[in-house]
């Protein structure tokens, strides 16, 4: 390796480094104090960080005192089908400075599939999270499948892939409530083995949602440690984060001890006013258990709404046999089921705290209110009101509920073992494509995180910066990014300290956030001065043993 500003004759030919980042302030991913710093690129990789560069570069970005750091890694998202569409880019995580998604998250992936189940795996994909993203029809059965297609065209961003325990239960046992029978177990741990030999970074559980709900803590624990034997990490939206949200921990502090695996706790939070408060509770629980010796870390969103479906307010009884037979069974509910909607509605704030999104054009009127409101205009209760909406919308209704506490918010936020995840999709701009309401942190997550962090004074620059880059690169055993350093690969972001904000709201979250100014991916600006370069250097990462 030369050294930085040294020209290099090969034959006779002069070579030059294909990119400096000149006059930056370095927070390297480390929780190192900031220093000013140029970094020197080639195909692909950071091969120098010096004080002062004052060779010659194919390419020099004089960034004049902002911020450079690694390329924030989103850690948890449902981003599955982002790489793989072909009509249009998703682009709300690249102009955020994202530059790494792992997807597969709550339970719900695209993959494992195959002929029997891929109907059915794809209705469970977009109904559970209500994608707008149009009758998506995907046919990869396999983490190899998603690589080689995006290999074909890459995309502009990396992804990581995890494997949904829903989506693996659906693939061998149908979606159906019940226990799994030994030999379907096995096939289980089977399907899991090969797709962590190809690469996946590890599975996830959705424990609110069916199938992955229907698994009991055995068999989570037999799929656990067929991670753990991979090195790789369990993902989990716990079966409460509300009234039962303590129980929710144990329960996986159980599945815990009994495989070795790495816990990764998703969006921990705090849902309902009864829960409100009790923040410093939960993370000392959790410290607890670290001192036992178990390897627990978490992701938070900086919102204080979440969003799911509005499929989430519906028991888990009701999916016995998938969403269609969820729908069936709504058409007509009966006492119990409305009852059992009721109660969890107010789990999560009540009628006025649901506000419908989307419902995919099939209920236009009901998109931008809540439950309350809905109930008065249909003349019916609220629980009616989104059995309704559910059958007119097929299942497929995206909801905010707005349920969490901002102090507790905050100090979940300051938590060193808790990384930065938006539960998001990369989405486009376009409003062609994107004529819904969704959540805001699609397309804010990480500038709304710096902001907030400046904002309330929560931590130094480093430690936020750590928190979306070196974290979850520890986290998920990456040991080539999520750091600037010489030989690691070059993903990097570039941003104004003072000026990153989120420019979002919930009812207008289609916004492009401020202060991101250049995002490097692979080494090529795929976002420079703000505006969308042609590049598109992004790929599947593998993770390995």
Known sequence: ???????????????????????????????????RADICIEDGVIVAVCERFEGEAKQVLDVQGQIVAPGFIDIHTHSDASPLIQDFEPQAKLFQGVTLEITGNCGISTIPSNDRYREEINRYYQGALA?????????????????????????SINYGMLIGHGTLRGSVMGFGLRDPEPAELEQMEQVLDREMERGAFGMSLGLIYPPSSFGKLDEMAALAKVVKRHNGIVSVHMRSEGPRIFEAVDEMLEMTRRSGVHLQISHLKLMGKPQWGRAEELLQKLEDARAEGLTITCDQYPYTATSTSLTALCPKWA????????????????????????????????????MIVS?????????????????????????????RCLVKSQGTVACNYFCLNQEDMLRIMKDMRIAVGSDGVNYPFDSAVMDVKVHPRSY???????????EHRLMPLEDAVYKMTGLSAEILGLTDRGVIAPGKAADIT??????????????????????????????????????????????????TT
Request: a neutral charge; proline letters at 7%; aromatic letters at 4%.
């Open 359 to 387: 419902t995919m054009d099939r209920m236009p009127e009901a998109n931008g209110r809540n439950l309350a409101e809905l109930s008065k205009l249909l003349g019916c209760p609220p629980e009616e009101a989104a059995a």
């Open 494 to 543: 570039v941003f104004d300290e003072n000026a990153v904000e989120d420019r979002c709201t919930y009812l207008d979250s289609i916004q492009k956030p401020a202060g991101i100014t250049h995002v490097i991916v692979g080494g090529v600006p795929a976002l420079k001065n703000g505006e969308r370069t042609a590049s598109k250097s992004g790929k599947i990462l593998l993770h």
């Open 131 to 155: 994608v707008p993203m149009g009758a998506l029809e995907l046919r990869e059965d396999s983490v190899s499948d998603v690589a080689k297609r995006a290999e074909q065209a890459p995309p």
């Open 1 to 35: 390796m030369r050294k930085p500003g040294a020209k290099q004759l090969t034959g006779g030919v002069l070579v030059l480094y294909d990119l400096v980042i000149k006059n930056g302030i370095l927070a390297d991913g480390t929780r190192a104090k900031p220093k």
């Open 319 to 354: 999916f016995d046999g998938g969403v269609q037979r969820l729908v069936e069974r709504l058409v007509e509910p009966t006492p119990q089921l409305l009852s059992e909607i009721r109660a969890e509605m107010e789990n999560r704030g009540g009628a006025e705290a649901v």
């Open 444 to 454: 804010g997550t990480f500038p709304r995180f710096l902001q907030t962090v400046r």
